[in-house]
């Protein structure tokens, strides 16, 4: 017999799967070699813009994303910003963007002098919903001279953005199909989806170029950290020169032949990077498995089920989801309240990028599913080592 979605079902139901005690919504876990790798950088004194775990951690990086080339900046807000610029967006260009996304994907586009424009998402993947933005572009867009343009603004339509929710992937082969045909650059967030698959390939090897986040409520941290991946040797090499002030290599003379910046990660949080990437394989597993516990403790509540990796995908399930049926959306907030009192963190979606004070007036497609979206996801405790 199923109970119905009350504050008490989803509390006792939560407390079957995780331990007692208060729960944050997601914690680092720190068992690996953290401790010896930030040591040796202290013992050597190669804390700061060079070391080898730079080297180390953008290999490793690489080999587990299947990416050719790992560049590790400091963050993933300033990955993203120079995956945007890398790919030719230009002041004055607007760039496809889910709705439902953090609120770094939008601001990245407005460092370059872009503009945000804001599509709707997928219920199955919570990620950009390919049919609805090729409709929305046919009537919205035009093709002239292979680039695309905004109907309405007259801007131009440099890229497509989507972004992988909580780790599910975006349906990537039709995402790119619509980008093939607008003529724009395909660029992913992939911030919240290292060890996510699409389709057997990693997620961030669609795009031309990609962004990962190592902020300290991702899969691995690095304190603060980022990557952009790429398969185009010649855009890892500027990616690399534009993110370490474009210093030309010399014994001794300051020479920098452009306008570059300064996010390099330092070699203290690589070498953080480098040992939480060993326990990847682990923290997957145990996301896993986290998964399908709250699953069958939440089958028997009526009104809401945990969000599933979506059909040919597999995620790394970094954050899980409660996600609310539309009759139930009225329940979020009495949810939200019960659980955090009862110490067991949960959090809403984020607030739309359309409706933040900064991104009202930008341009965007009806959105109708991103804005139910918002009303009904839960986020749960979902730790690695919760299980
Ligand atoms: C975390 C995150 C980023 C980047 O965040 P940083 O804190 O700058 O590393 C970008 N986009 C999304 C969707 C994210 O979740």
Request: charge should be negative; glycine fraction near 6%.
């Amino acid at each position: 017999m199923s109970s119905s979605l009350t504050p008490e079902a989803v509390i006792a139901a939560l407390r079957t799967v995780v331990p007692p005690g208060p729960l944050a919504l997601h914690e680092p876990h720190f068992s690996g070699n953290e401790w010896a790798y930030v040591k040796e950088c202290l013992d050597t004194g190669w804390v700061s813009s060079v070391g080898k775990f730079v080297d180390r951690f953008e290999h490793d990086l690489a080999e587990t994303t299947g990416a050719r080339h790992a560049v590790a900046v400091v963050n993933g807000t300033a990955a993203l910003h120079i995956c945007l610029k890398l790919a030719g967006v230009e002041p004055g260009d607007e760039v496809l963007m889910p709705a439902l996304t953090f609120v770094a994907t939008a601001n990245a586009v407005s460092y370059c002098g872009a503009v945000p424009h804001f599509v709707d998402v997928d219920e199955a993947t919570l990620g950009m919903a390919a049919p609805a933005l090729r409709d929305y572009l046919e009537n919205n867009a035009d093709l002239r001279a292979g680039a695309c343009f905004n109907r309405t603004t007259g801007r131009r339509i440099r890229a497509l953005l989507p972004m992988h929710t909580f780790g599910h992937p975006s349906d990537l082969d039709a995402l790119a199909d619509v980008a093939a045909r607008f003529r724009l650059e395909l660029i992913e967030d992939a911030a919240e989806s290292l060890g996510s698959y699409y389709k057997g390939r990693h997620t961030g090897n669609v795009g031309r170029l990609s962004a990962l986040s190592f902020n300290g409520n991702k899969i691995i941290t690095t304190g603060g950290g980022g990557a952009i991946l790429t398969n185009d040797a010649d855009l890892a090499k500027l990616a690399k020169h534009i993110t370490t002030t474009a210093k030309l290599p010399h014994r001794w003379l300051f020479e920098h032949d452009m306008v570059a910046y300064n996010y390099r990660l330092p070699n203290i949080n690589a070498a953080l990077g480098c040992a939480q990437l060993e326990q990847l394989p682990g923290f997957l597993d145990s996301k896993r498995q986290l998964f399908q516990r709250y699953r069958a403790a939440f089958s028997d509540i009526a009104g809401a089920h945990i969000v599933e990796e979506p059909a040919a995908c597999r995620s790394n399930y970094w954050l899980q989801t409660l996600l609310l049926d539309e009759a139930s959306a009225d329940r979020r907030d009495d949810i939200l309240a019960a659980t955090n009192d009862a110490g067991l963190m949960t959090r809403p979606a984020w607030t739309p990028m359309h409706r933040l004070t900064p991104y009202a007036n930008c341009p965007r497609a009806e959105l109708p599913v991103a804005e139910s979206l918002e009303r009904r996801i839960v986020n749960i405790p979902s730790s690695a080592g919760l299980t």
